[in-house]
C-alpha cells in the first residue's frame, strides 16, 4: 500500500532554514509526480512546490519561490523540500502528497513553526 512519510519538521526562528523529507512506498516513487502541501490553523490547505518524476520540472508558489527548493532521489524514494529564509507566515502543518492511479494519498503532515 502507498506510503508517504513526513519528517524534518520543528521550530525555527524567522531567517532560518529547515529541510523536510518524506520517504515514499508502495508505488514505483519515479513515475508520478509530487508534491508538499501546507496547511495554517484556520487556513485551506495549499500548493506549496510540485515536482515531475524524473525532477526535471518543477513548481512553485509565488509566495515561496526563491526561498523554498524541491527534490527528489529517486534511488532512495524520497522527496524533500529545503526551506530557506523562513517567516512568520510559514508556519504550517506540512504534507507529502501524490496522485497515484487517479487516489490522492497524504502523509500524516510534519510542524514547522516559524517564531523568534
Known amino acids: 500500500q502507498v506510503q508517504l512519510v513526513e519528517s524534518g519538521g520543528g521550530l525555527v526562528q524567522p531567517g532560518g532554514s529547515l529541510r523536510l523529507s518524506c520517504q515514499a512506498s508502495?508505488?514505483?516513487?519515479?513515475?508520478?509526480?509530487m508534491s508538499w502541501l501546507r496547511q495554517a490553523p484556520g487556513k485551506e490547505r495549499e500548493l506549496v512546490a510540485s515536482i515531475s518524476g524524473t525532477g526535471r520540472t518543477t513548481n512553485y508558489a509565488d509566495s515561496v519561490k526563491g526561498r523554498f527548493t524541491i527534490s527528489r532521489d529517486n534511488a532512495r524514494n524520497t522527496l524533500s523540500l529545503q526551506m530557506n529564509s523562513l517567516k512568520a507566515e510559514d508556519t504550517a502543518v506540512y504534507y507529502c502528497?501524490?496522485?497515484?492511479?487517479?487516489?490522492?494519498?497524504w502523509g500524516q503532515g510534519t510542524q514547522v513553526t516559524v517564531s523568534s
Open positions: 502528497h501524490a496522485l497515484v492511479d487517479f487516489v490522492n494519498y
Open positions: 508502495g508505488f514505483t516513487f519515479s513515475n508520478y509526480a
